[in-house]
């Protein structure tokens, strides 16, 4: 099987450049996103909307409202687990 790399552009334009993708992300990595002097619980559960690029959007408490995130932003989104 070949495999293929994509570029960040060729990412962003996957969908039509209007597909975005929610993962779930530890309280280090929405700090690292944030800003160290942030406060997030260490045990928090955050999902992050990005854009196909790989482009940070939004964090949200719930994938549902990541969900809703990506809405108003007019991204389709995607589930990566």
Same mark, same amino acid.
């Given at each position: 099987? $070949?495999? /293929? ?7 962003a334009?996957? #969908? ?5 993708? +929610?993962? =779930? /992300? $530890?309280? &280090? =990595? @929405?700090? @690292?996103?944030?800003? =160290?002097?942030?406060? +997030?619980?260490?045990? !928090?559960?955050?999902?992050c909307?990005?854009? @196909? &690029?790989?482009?940070?959007?939004? %964090?949200?408490?719930?994938? $549902?409202? !990541? %969900? #809703?995130?990506a809405? =108003?932003?007019?991204?389709?989104? !995607?589930? +990566?687990?």
């Amino acid at each position: 099987m $070949e495999r /293929i790399t994509l570029s960040p552009q060729d990412l962003a334009q996957l #969908g039509g450049g209007v597909l975005g993708y +929610v993962r =779930e /992300i $530890e309280a &280090d =990595e @929405a700090r @690292a996103l944030l800003g =160290e002097k942030t406060l +997030v619980p260490a045990k !928090a559960k955050l999902f992050c909307l990005y854009n @196909a &690029d790989g482009t940070p959007v939004s %964090i949200s408490g719930s994938r $549902e409202a !990541a %969900i #809703g995130s990506a809405l =108003e932003h007019d991204l389709t989104p !995607a589930s +990566v687990h």
